[in-house]
């Protein structure tokens, strides 16, 4: 048996290898997926108009520094908003009256909670709900209203209304 092992060293230390950086990925994509919240996490709910672009898994960010993960989305029935709870560092001491927006880090850039601290003395503690939230913006649509001008100011008069004539 021992010149078996002496003969495949080479190999066992491979497969060793393997199976180590193996387990390392499975943990890094479990971190980073929001699988793997702190211990002791604060989590708090926001309710959003619109989620586009925030799934389980996204960040939850202050100051562009990432504080805390979505770990989860459901659709409140008396509202029709998105209930989203946020699980945050416990290290981090926000405000009660901090504020919540989706955002992202550009035209094609990842989306993610961004907080907003208040200015009150208390801070957020677990269960509670944050209430001054801003839902994703629609892209699309702006860059369509964009496109087509609309909500211009200088519209066209109304029907049955007369143009001003133009000056020479």
């Known amino acids: 048996m021992k010149s078996l092992f002496r003969e495949n060293i080479g190999e066992a230390l491979v497969g060793l290898f393997v199976v180590v950086f193996a387990a390392w990925f499975i943990w890094f994509a479990w971190a980073r997926t929001g699988g ?37 989305q459901a659709l409140d029935p008396q509202s029709f908003q998105v209930k989203a709870t946020l699980a945050l560092d416990p290290a981090v001491k926000l405000p009660a009256d901090s504020s919540a927006a989706i955002t ?10 961004s907080l907003i601290p208040g200015g009150d003395t208390v801070a957020l503690k677990d269960g509670d709900t944050i209430a001054d939230t801003q839902g994703a913006m629609d892209l699309m649509s702006m860059v369509g209203q964009f496109i087509n001008k609309s909500g211009d100011s200088k519209a066209a008069p109304a029907e049955g209304a007369e143009a001003e004539a133009p000056k020479p």
Do not use: C, D, Q, Y
């Not at 996490?41 to 520094?65: D, K, Q, W, Y």
């Open 36 to 72: 793997g919240t702190k211990a002791g996490a604060i989590h708090v709910t926001a309710l959003f108009p619109n989620s586009t672009g925030i799934n389980v898994g996204s960040e939850v960010r202050v100051a562009g520094m990432k504080v805390g993960t979505v770990t989860e």
């Open 104 to 113: 992202s880090e550009g035209f094609l850039g990842a989306t993610f909670v």
